[in-house]
Every structure is written in structure tokens, then in C-alpha cells.
């Protein structure tokens, strides 16, 4: 199905490769469904009783069983049947059980819409149930319906809460349009408490601490009231914000939900203490812990879950072998992600960040900064700030892994400006500060840097990875301090740090954090060895972007021990301005020197400035004619 709704776009496969346009893909996907959805569309321009005429016809005409019920449902709109509504509902369930949630929900609309009025139970269950498959569909307008035909049906407080929580379960991350709701439903369960057990924390995300408060009072309701799915989730909930505040003993928190043993598609997969153990193995940088819990509960959505778990569950693979060093893994994770995420209509903010780090790390920069620029604008969009931070620290990251300082310095202020105050979180769920931290010592904004590094938190091991980070940071400020000795005994501790944790990319790049300190105080012999231990690791990870960076400061080591009249030769162009000169002479575009460079193209127009200035040209011609000069 997601083939031929992305061949009626006029896309192919492969999201991740360039010429692709997420952005527009989301938008126009989902409206060309074909054939089937050809059919509805004809019958949905039409007339009341036309529709009614065209749906029974069509219920003749269809061979799938589950789409000749609905054809069936549709042609009875007004009237109910309970004969035709236990059909309905048989079918919506084959429909979930196949994975086919938004068709489910319709389903069970109707089935619910067909049971006759004096069997209220039956049709409260069934719009109950229609709610909760529209949630996992992500169909917002599906869900908001189902709830009005709860709220219309006199449901106790709990019922009406779980339908008010569909729809915003139905939103994902984009909660701009469902702020309200989340007061109904504290009003709701303030006149029940026993409700408030299947309030998850999220209806509380004003304030962390608030919702701590409740995800504790929604576990002790739910033990006394035994009922262990719902105290397994408010358990999860609990251990999250108890995560992010650094308050309470969050692991004791998530050991005690994963006892209870509750299946992991119970409430959603992505809500489950299974899945949030993985998360916070990852956190931990216990790599090989979280793949093998990720892997298992890939196969758990796959059978039972929603597209949207399936898509958590890559995109923090994809995370998994980023941090692993196995960038083609990653790369493919984030594109079945990302491919998943447009072709279901899902946010895009967090599949964009996704590929942007995945891009970051093993494929280029350019599509890099492209991914994070969309997933950027699309959690703008939807509300979602922790989706926009991510993709502004991705953007910031990788403008300050091209040279592009000004351009990091500049995302990482507005990520910073951003962040909401009211979230003070761990520093290994959300590990930007050490990355703006070097931006900024690299801007020479000496002092804001030194600010920001005493925002690091006490409660963060400085043995952990998250805490070398912050060491390799605090080295770089060290040596413009002129305390070099002292920051290379820095970052050799870092770098050990990162290697017995097992994430070779970070002790790759604090190698070359250090080969840059010792090639500015000219100790060749130094650099060129933190250089090589820098490549060797980049090349095992394939790390392309990261790994043509180190070389240039390889090429510009050896380049130092040749004579000067060659330097000459060359109009004192560096060996990058060489080779964008090079690249432009004959025939590339701004934009395809960025990609060949792994730069962006602000960086190729600021170096083709800088190139025109010491030829003393104005024009590509006139630098093809200086360099055939140079050289004859």
C-alpha cells in the first residue's frame, strides 16, 4: 500500500537520498490512495442518496470481506441494525488484528452507530473502542468523533477520560491543538479519583513536577484497585519524569513496573516500561542492552503494534548504531523511519532529527542540515518543542562539524532561548550543551562558554560518557586559556572514557580535538598522531563526513614539510580552498562543492570569497584562467 500511494505521488524509495522532499511527501501522500481510494472519492462527491446507492453496489462489488461490510455499514447511515452492526464489528476486528487501526476505528464507529439505541453498554464499548483505534491510527478527526459519541452516551468519568485521552493520544507530539483537553480531563478525574489511575502523565505536561505528582498517585489508585496494566503505565510515567528531574530513584521505579509483567502492547508500545527500559539503556550508553530489548520488541509491533511504535522502535535502533559507530545500520534504520513516518501521515519532527543525526554520522552533511531544517519546521508547526530543540542541536552540531561557527553559534542560542526552563533534564537524554559549548569557545565567546560549563550537573558522572563530554568541552576552553598541557591530559581522559564504553565516533572526535590543539601549537608529530587514531576509527564506523574532515588535516600536515615556492604557486590557498577551487573550475555548483566537501553552502560561498580575494579575480572564468596560470 505505501508503495503505491508514494508511485501515485510521483516518489520513489530511499527518503534518505538526496533529490527527495520529505516535507512534500507528507504533505500530498496521503491523498492518493489507489484504486480503493479512488472508489470512496467518487462516492464522497456525490449525493446523500447517490452515496447510499454507490456504497451498496460497491458492497457487491468488493472481494475483501472486511471492505464489503463497510460498503454494507455506509449504506445504512441513518438506521441501525444490529444484525449488520455485529458484522461490523467482527470486521473491525479483523481489521486490527491485520494492523489496519484507521479502518478498525471507522469500523467500530459504525458498529457502534448501528447498535440500537437500547443496548447503551454495547455502543458506549464500541465508541470506546473506535476512540482507541483512531488514537493508535493517529487519526485525529476519527478519535474526536468516537469522544463526542462518548461524551453524548453518559459515561462515567473514567470513560470519559480514557475517550479524551484518545484524542490526544491521536495528536502524537503535535499538542498545540489539545491543550484543553487536558484540563477536562484533571476536572474529570478530580470529581472520580479512581479515573485519575488512567491519566498518563503527558495530560500533566505543563509542569514535570506536577506530573510526578500525579503519575504517584495514579500508581497507588491503580495498586489498590488492582489493576496492573494501569499500575504498570502510571509506574512508567513515573520513572520518566523521575529520569528527567533527577528526583527519586527512577530505575527502582521501572524495575517495579517491568514486574508486573504487563504486555507490551498492552497501552501502546511506546508507553510500555519495556520500551522505556530500552530508552534509558541508551541514555545509560548500555548499547548492546538496549539493541537487544529494542530487537525484541520490534518483533512484539511488528505483530501487534501501531506504525507510530514501529517508528519509535527504528528511529532508536537507528540512535543505537549511531552511538555504536555502525553508521550504514543507522542510515537504514532512520529511512525506514523516515519512509514510515510519510507514507502514515506521522509527525515528522522526530523521524527528521533522526535522519539528520543518522546523515550527521555516516552519510553527508548537506542532507544533514536539509533533514534537520525540515524536522525543524514541522515540530514548529505542531507545538512539539522537544522535536524542534533536537533538530536545532542537529543543525547547530553539524554547522559547527563544517566550520560554519557563526552559523552553529546562531542555532545553538535560539535551541537555548527554546528550551523550556520547566524541564530540567538529565544531561544524557538531551547532550547538546557540550556541542555549543565548543561552538562557542570557537567563537571566541570565552565567557558564555565558561557560564555554560558551570551549568553542568552535579549529579552527572564525570566517569560516565555523558560526563566526557562535557570534559572534552571543558579542554577546548582550557587551552585558549593557555592551559594546553593541561587540556591534552583532558582529552586523552575523555577519549579513554568513550573507548571503554564503546562509542567510537566520540573518541574519534575528541582524537581529533586533540590533533587540533597540538597542530595550533605546531607539535606536528603530536597531531599527526591524534589525527590517525581519529581516521582509523572513522573508517571503521564509515563514517564519511567526519572522516573526510580528518583527513584535510592530514593533507594540510604533510602539505607543511613541502617548499615554499609551491605554496606559492598555489597563491596561498589552503588545501580545502584548493579543492573547492579545484571543484568549481571545473563546473560545480555551490551546492555540489558542498556535497563533494561535506560542507554547507554558506561555508563554499564565505571560501570562494576568501579564493577570489587572493587571486584577485571576480568570476569562475577569470579563477579558471588564475589557476592555469598558477600551474603552467
Same mark, same amino acid.
Given at each position: ?70 460498503? #454494507? ?325 553539524? #554547522? ?233
Amino acid at each position: 500500500m505505501a508503495d503505491r500511494a508514494a508511485w501515485a505521488c510521483g516518489t520513489g524509495p530511499g527518503l534518505l537520498g538526496y533529490g527527495s522532499d520529505p516535507w512534500c511527501r507528507w504533505r500530498t501522500c496521503r491523498r492518493y490512495w489507489v484504486p480503493r481510494a479512488l472508489a470512496d472519492g467518487v462516492v464522497g462527491s456525490a449525493g446523500q442518496q447517490e452515496r447510499t446507492d454507490a456504497h451498496r453496489s460497491l458492497a457487491y462489488a468488493e472481494a475483501d470481506p472486511v471492505h464489503a461490510v463497510r460498503h #454494507r455499514a455506509l449504506s445504512r447511515p441513518e438506521a441501525t441494525d444490529p444484525c449488520l452492526a455485529e458484522d461490523t464489528a467482527e470486521a473491525a476486528g479483523r481489521a486490527r488484528a491485520d494492523g489496519e487501526r484507521a479502518l478498525s476505528a471507522e469500523l467500530f464507529v459504525l458498529a457502534a452507530e448501528l447498535t440500537p439505541v437500547n443496548r447503551p453498554a454495547l455502543r458506549l464499548s464500541r465508541f470506546l473502542t473506535a476512540a482507541r483505534e483512531a488514537a493508535a491510527a493517529g487519526d485525529s478527526n476519527l478519535a474526536r468523533r468516537a469522544a463526542n459519541a462518548v461524551a453524548a452516551s453518559r459515561p462515567t468519568p473514567a470513560e470519559h477520560v480514557a475517550a479524551l485521552l484518545a484524542v490526544v493520544d491521536s495528536h502524537s507530539q503535535a499538542l498545540a491543538g489539545v491543550a484543553g483537553l487536558f484540563e477536562r480531563c484533571r476536572r474529570l478525574a478530580s470529581s472520580d479519583p479512581q479515573s485519575l489511575a488512567a491519566i498518563r502523565a503527558n495530560v500533566s505536561n505543563s509542569d514535570p513536577h506536577e506530573a510526578l505528582g500525579a503519575a504517584r498517585k495514579a500508581t497507588e489508585l491503580a495498586r489498590s484497585a488492582g489493576r496492573p496494566a494501569l499500575e504498570a503505565a502510571s509506574l512508567t510515567m513515573r520513572a520518566r519524569m523521575e529520569r528527567v528531574l533527577n528526583e527519586g530513584d527512577s530505575r527502582a521505579t521501572l524495575d517495579r513496573a517491568l514486574a508486573l509483567d504487563v504486555a507490551a502492547e498492552a497501552d501502546g508500545i511506546a508507553n510500555s516500561p519495556q520500551y522505556l527500559a530500552a530508552r534509558h539503556a541508551i541514555f545509560d550508553d548500555r548499547l548492546a542492552e538496549a539493541r537487544s530489548r529494542l530487537t525484541v520488541l520490534l518483533a512484539v509491533a511488528e505483530q501487534h503494534g501501531q506504525e507510530e511504535d514501529l517508528v519509535d522502535i527504528w528511529r532508536s535502533l537507528a540512535e543505537v548504531e549511531v552511538r555504536s559507530g555502525a553508521c550504514a545500520k543507522a542510515l537504514a534504520w532512520a529511512g525506514k523511519a523516515l519512509d514510515a513516518s510519510v507514507a502514515a501521515g506521522l509527525s515528522l519532527g522526530p523521524a527528521c532529527y533522526t535522519a539528520a543525526l543518522a546523515q550527521s554520522a555516516g552519510g553527508s552533511f548537506a542532507a544533514a542540515l536539509r533533514y534537520a531544517a525540515y524536522g525543524e519546521r514541522a515540530a514548529r508547526e505542531e507545538g512539539d518543542v522537544l522535536h524542534r530543540n533536537r533538530n536545532l542541536w542537529m543543525a547547530g552540531a553539524v #554547522r559547527l562539524h563544517t566550520g560554519d561557527i557563526n552559523g552553529a553559534v546562531t542555532a545553538f542560542a535560539l535551541l537555548d532561548r527554546t528550551e523550556d526552563s520547566r524541564r530540567p533534564a538529565d544531561p544524557s537524554v538531551f547532550r547538546w550543551q557540550p556541542d555549543a559549548i565548543e561552538a562557542l569557545v570557537a567563537a571566541g565567546e570565552l565567557t558564555s562558554a565558561q557560564n555554560m560549563i558551570l551549568t553542568f550537573p552535579a549529579t552527572a558522572r564525570q566517569d560516565s560518557a555523558t560526563g566526557a563530554g562535557w570534559t572534552r568541552a571543558r579542554a577546548l576552553l582550557l587551552d585558549r586559556a593557555g592551559e594546553t598541557d593541561r587540556a591534552v591530559k583532558l582529552l586523552r581522559a575523555a577519549a579513554e572514557v568513550f573507548r571503554r564504553d564503546g562509542l567510537p565516533l566520540e573518541e574519534a572526535r575528541t582524537h581529533l580535538a586533540r590533533g587540533r590543539i597540538q597542530c595550533a601549537h605546531r607539535r606536528q608529530a603530536a597531531a599527526r598522531t591524534a589525527f590517525q587514531d581519529a581516521r582509523d576509527l572513522y573508517v571503521l564506523a564509515r563514517a564519511q563526513p567526519m572522516l573526510a574532515t580528518v583527513q584535510e588535516h592530514l593533507d594540510r600536515l604533510d602539505g607543511q614539510g613541502r617548499s615554499r615556492s609551491r605554496e606559492e604557486g598555489r597563491a596561498g590557498l589552503t588545501d580545502s580552498e584548493a579543492r573547492l577551487a579545484d571543484l568549481v573550475s571545473r563546473g560545480a555548483t555551490n551546492q555540489q562543492a558542498a556535497q563533494q566537501m561535506y560542507i554547507s553552502v554558506k561555508t563554499v560561498e564565505s571560501m570562494l570569497s576568501r579564493i577570489y580575494r587572493k587571486l584577485r579575480v571576480r568570476s569562475r572564468a577569470q579563477l579558471l584562467a588564475a589557476l592555469l596560470a598558477h600551474t603552467g
